[in-house]
């Protein structure tokens, strides 16, 4: 029989949902999937005190919207629950007992103000920060009589001396560590809480987890937890780990440095197809020259030895100009959709105006929304720009640049080029661009100026914008009456600057 594929993510619930989470979920999501298996999510809430309310609600959202559910989780339910660490404390105190039953782990009774004092010691010698095993040697008389006193108790792992331990990474290949430069590490603290290094082994184990890609810094915490698959006779699950994600300038991807926060990006409006192509390519693509694939793609083609684990830097420029594409590969009623959802999701986050406006226009002029959307599409790099880039269709009076409508004319010509140019439109017939374009370039030969600046001219009396799509074809979105409108309002603008 085959062996069933089972990956995990275990983010713990600190804060907003990390860009390095969503990375780790992917890879782990896409292989589960290209071997038929199960992606689990586990949430590692034992440490109490980083805890954020509303957190691990954050972690669902952030998996759903990238379109990648886990199988089981505390929501989604399974055979292997709890999947909430906190849910989980009696057993990982049970196993903990087992490896004191076994001498494979002690009580520690040490103060912090011990501790303190003997790192202190520590640093003054130069020496590796270590536990001293002062309580190692403890009779179980003693002990037994101390925890019956109400004695403040940790339990530790005991590490073995002079051994090399073996941490197999798949990718890596074999990392040797010197047990004697590993800590006993607490494994249960003195609140009954698990530490990570005991509830990721015992989770990983009893949750049937074939393989696990998690962050490379918990690489050197490995030792720890091959030994203590070892202590419990565990046959150890597939390990990757993953290197850190950086900026392009190879420092760490941190809040500090960019932005980690996928909410962020969404907000910026990226789409998630993009985001996922982003974040595998960060170590991963199908073949040698494509860059641009889909999820599915990726279930297809992946393999977790094609892994290109060099330095993955999380290139903005890049994230960007994939989005620009997704955003042009859509059809015109999709974009329409994904720009609602978007502005809807940025409305309920944080009331944002500009996403407001979005939907007013959408909801109160979907047709000329759709054909304005159209028109922006293949500039577009961010929905973020939509209310800049379609505000214009939209006011009912423009913010005039009078520069940029006089292009070095006088006030006085102006007003007459653009008052002649709306007659002579507005008798037009047919209105197409052929002759909308031959109009104006016959007039301004007939007045002597530069083609280029009556059309400069025109563009901002139509849009007060400097940048647009074309301009007939925005004139066509205006539709004929709301453009003529507006060379009358500009006309009108640089009236009022004369009189
Ligand atoms: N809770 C750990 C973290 O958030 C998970 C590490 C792991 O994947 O084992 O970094």
């Excluded at 430069?181 to 249960?188: E, P, R, T």
């Excluded at 789409?271 to 170590?283: I, M, Y």
Aim: aromatic content about 10%; charged content about 25%.
């Amino acid at each position: 029989m085959t062996q069933l594929i089972r990956t995990r993510v275990a983010p713990s619930p600190t804060g907003y949902p990390h860009v390095g989470t969503a990375f780790q979920a992917l890879l782990n999501w896409v292989y589960a999937h290209k071997h038929q298996g199960q992606f689990v999510l586990r949430i590692e809430d034992t440490d109490q005190k980083r805890a954020v309310e509303g957190a691990e609600q954050v972690i669902y959202q952030a998996l759903s919207w990238l379109e990648i559910e886990p199988d089981e989780s505390p929501k989604h339910l399974g055979d292997y629950g709890p999947y909430r660490q906190s849910e989980r404390l009696k057993i990982y105190q049970q196993y903990a007992q087992q490896l004191i039953d076994q001498d494979q782990a002690y009580y520690c009774f040490c103060s912090p103000t011990r501790l303190a004092k003997m790192r202190k010691q520590q640093q003054q010698a130069d020496q590796p920060p270590k536990y001293d095993r002062h309580c190692c040697g403890l009779s179980k008389t003693e002990v037994a009589r101390r925890l019956k006193n109400g004695e403040k108790a940790v339990i530790r792992m005991k590490i073995p001396n002079d051994q090399q331990i073996i941490v197999n990474d798949l990718l890596r290949g074999k990392v040797e560590f010197d047990s004697n430069i590993v800590d006993d590490q607490v494994i249960l603290k003195s609140d009954g809480f698990p530490t990570y290094h005991l509830a990721v082994v015992v989770d990983d184990h009893l949750m049937k987890i074939t393989h696990m890609l998690r962050g490379e810094e918990w690489l050197s915490s490995a030792p720890k937890h091959v030994l203590l698959y070892q202590y419990f006779g565990w046959s150890v699950p597939v390990m990757i780990h993953s290197p850190t994600l950086r900026n392009p300038d190879k420092s760490k991807l941190s809040k500090r440095k960019g932005n980690t926060s996928l909410w962020w990006y969404r907000k910026q409006g990226y789409l998630k197809e993009a985001l996922l192509n982003f974040l595998a390519l960060l170590v991963w693509k199908p073949h040698e020259d494509q860059e641009v694939f889909t999820k599915e793609e990726m279930v297809k083609n992946f393999a977790w030895s094609q892994l290109n684990f060099k330095a993955p830097v999380f290139d903005v420029a890049k994230l960007q100009w994939l989005n620009g594409l997704y955003l042009r590969k859509k059809s015109l009623s999709a974009l329409v959709k994904e720009v609602r959802a978007w502005a809807e999701w940025v409305v309920a986050q944080d009331d944002q105006a500009a996403a407001k406006q979005v939907l007013v226009w959408l909801n109160k002029q979907p047709s000329l929304f759709k054909k304005a959307l159209g028109l922006a599409q293949q500039r577009l790099k961010l929905l973020k720009e939509i209310p800049e880039l379609l505000g214009f269709y939209f006011a009912p009076e423009l913010d005039y640049d009078q520069a940029d409508l006089l292009q070095k004319h006088s006030v006085k010509e102006m007003i007459q080029a653009l008052t002649i140019i709306k007659q002579r439109l507005a008798k037009l017939d047919p209105w197409t661009a052929e002759s909308w374009e031959q109009t104006i370039r016959d007039y301004a030969d007939e007045l002597g100026w530069k083609h280029r600046d009556l059309f400069m001219a025109l563009r901002s009396a139509v849009t007060a914008e400097r940048f647009t799509p074309p301009l007939f074809a925005v004139m066509q979105v205006l539709g004929r009456t709301k453009s003529l409108q507006r060379l009358e309002q500009a006309s009108q603008f640089l009236q009022a600057v004369v009189s």
